[in-house]
């Protein structure tokens, strides 16, 4: 099954991630990229996740999961070794609009993880739907290393520069001729 590359506005949305081990704690070092309003559940954390939690304030019980846990929450992450557990939470996000992410569980998957680069405002994804995780990693690396350094940084000029200049042809010609000389420079720097 292939994948639908969506990005989604996570400033409104809640987030529970069910678990406290290293998967967990992968987790929800991705979604900080993005989100602070996450919510965490499990019997144990690991040092590392407890310290995500304190250092960006976020909100955990040390408890197992309970039905009905999921109430409220727009996403769930499932990261526990439980299939059982797996199955339960997904089968309880079917009654609410609730997306739900099993770790290494496709079957109990509303969405997947892709392997991402963010600079600033530029957030690059990359997904094999789950055919390569191996192949996701090396592009990853390899589009890191062909990627300006100070891409992050000139996409802060663009965005300053469009919303400084009246829309129109203009502003559209003059938007992709200072991208395209960007990348002409760039990549001149690469050959």
Do not use: H, W
Request: net charge positive; aromatic share 10%.
């Amino acid at each position: 099954m292939n994948y639908f590359p969506a990005f989604l506005k996570l400033d409104q949305s809640k987030i529970l991630i069910v678990g406290g081990g290293k998967i967990a704690t992968e987790k929800i070092e991705k979604l900080l990229d993005f989100t602070k309003n996450i919510e965490v559940i499990s019997n144990r954390y690991s040092e590392k996740m407890l310290s995500y939690i304190i250092d960006n304030k976020l909100f955990y019980k040390t408890k197992p999961y309970e039905e009905g846990d999921v109430r409220g929450f727009d996403i769930v992450i499932v990261a526990v070794d439980s299939l059982d557990l797996q199955e339960k939470i997904y089968k309880e996000t079917r009654n609410s609009r609730t997306l739900c992410n099993a770790v290494d569980s496709i079957t109990y998957c509303d969405f997947i993880f892709p392997s991402y680069i963010k600079e600033k405002d530029l957030t690059i994804a990359i997904s094999t739907s789950g055919a390569s995780p191996a192949i996701a990693k090396y592009l990853k690396k390899f589009i890191k290393r062909v990627l300006p350094d100070s891409i992050g940084s000139f996409l802060e000029e663009m965005k300053d520069v469009r919303s400084n200049l009246p829309k129109g042809e203009e502003r559209m010609k003059y938007l992709n001729d200072k991208a395209k000389e960007f990348f002409e420079n760039k990549s001149d720097a690469v050959s």
